[in-house]
């Protein structure tokens, strides 16, 4: 069984009025997450992600937004970033390669 990671759009930031468009989103706040094969290590990222000026031409409006749309947005290259910070967390937290030390006086 293979690491389970889930995307959870959290909000958005949105600009009330952009010239004709309203409600544009400028921020994409979001939480990505993993579980290891072993069903109890996990770990997760809550970050965000601030979007290009939007084209009025090829404009979504706020109400029609989807997961799948969203994430797009977010792109393809992040989320595997993401994935990639995740497994190093679950690798770290699995055998441990630093400890914090009290001081020894």
């Known amino acids: 069984m ?4 889930n995307l959870e759009i959290v909000g958005f930031q949105t600009k009330i009025t952009d010239g004709d468009l ?14 290891a094969e072993d069903g109890e290590t996990w770990k997760a990222i809550s970050t965000c992600i601030v979007l290009d000026a939007p084209d009025p031409d090829n404009f979504t409006e706020f109400n029609e937004l989807t ?5 797009s947005w977010i792109g393809e290259d992040r989320i595997e970033s993401d994935k990639a910070i995740l497994d190093e ?3 770290e937290a699995q055998a441990p390669s ?6 020894p006086w």
């Open 2 to 5: 293979a690491n389970t990671y």
């Open 22 to 35: 309203e409600n544009v989103v400028v921020e994409i706040h979001y939480k990505h997450s993993v579980v």
């Open 67 to 71: 997961p799948e749309i969203v994430e």
């Open 89 to 91: 967390q679950l690798l």
């Open 98 to 103: 630093y400890e914090l030390k009290e001081t």
